[in-house]
């Protein structure tokens, strides 16, 4: 019977335990986007995980909107991020850099009073967060197919970047309301070219990155995270499985070192939906390792690995704080409780000063 804390082989990578860390924004970079040293302390920490996937990385200029988010397109960015990634395998971890591209949800302010591109000429609700406070999300113009040959270039570029810095490999970030995603659901894809419309249409541009960042640095390297159900950021779809299913199967095919599913359920605690998941439909369709995400906790972890419904659990907000989590997992420990209020502040409070066990119970 297979546990959380047997191995997998995940691409070139083998995880220790099927535990692994998802990606988590904290904003800690610097505003050039560069990783600073207190990052090396927090991924190291956390290098327990059977792999960790970090935070969501800006693939270019254009595609990061988030303040004190790292980057990974420059050269000053990729010498930071060694030490960090250098820490990581020193604590005998691994780690894959999540490369972002977040579209519409770029407000202008970044991008020197540009407007944001997307899959159509969209806005996105609510408030961006900026520099200078929130503000409403600016309407987005429509990807030319300039945009989306330069854009390619810039996930290869990253994925290259990434493998320098010493990435095991590299994760891409297509769930959530960001910029593939955007392609991928016809709540916010209005096209009606070749990369609109149709589902085979609107996974193209999924495809087609995942298939430059695979030839760059090898599909073993290469994952991808997807968030099939319910509404993300104001970016949602009629009807999931016509897109997810053919999806799953181009990345099976791709030959992917593992897919990630972000599903909602009814009662989630970080966003909800009634639509069904998908991924019982996506596990027949992709025959390499899954991985799921979204509100487990250790009994529900082990219950989907020991049934089959996947073959790692990828957990964030409990990585906050415990560092630990893998051995809190196999000890049924208690787990700590995080402080919102310093998820994304630039201090080390409520970054790297949770305790492991051993230390909380020493104190």
Known sequence: MTSLFDPLQLGAVRAPNRIL????????????????PV??????QRAGAGLIISEATGISREGLGWPFAPGLWNAEQVEAWKPVVGAVHAAGGRIFGQLWHMGRLVHPDFLDGAAPVSSSATTAPAHAHTYAGTQPYAQARSATRDDIARILDDYERA????REAGFDGVQLHAANG???????RDGANLRDDDYGGQPENRIRLLVEATERV?????????????????????????DPPSVYIPAARALDRIGIAFLELRELGPDGTFGRSDQPK??????????????????FDAVSAAAAVVDGAADA????RPFISNPDLPVRIERGAAWSADNPATWYTQGVEGYIDYRPLAEAAAA
Request: glycine residues 6%; aromatic residues 8%; hydrophobic residues 45%.
């Open 21 to 36: 860390m998802a990606p988590l924004t904290r904003a800690r970079a610097t505003r050039a986007a560069v990783p600073t």
């Open 39 to 44: 990052m090396a302390q927090y991924y190291a």
């Open 159 to 162: 994925a290259r970047n990434a």
């Open 178 to 184: 960001y910029l593939i995603d955007q392609f991928l």
């Open 214 to 238: 695979a030839a760059t640095i090898g599909a073993d390297r290469t994952a991808v995270r997807l968030s099939p159900n319910g509404a993300s950021q104001g970016v949602s779809d009629n």
């Open 278 to 295: 998908v991924s019982p439909l996506v596990r027949k369709a992709f025959g390499r390792p899954l991985v799921l995400n979204q509100d």
């Open 313 to 316: 659990i990828a957990f964030g």
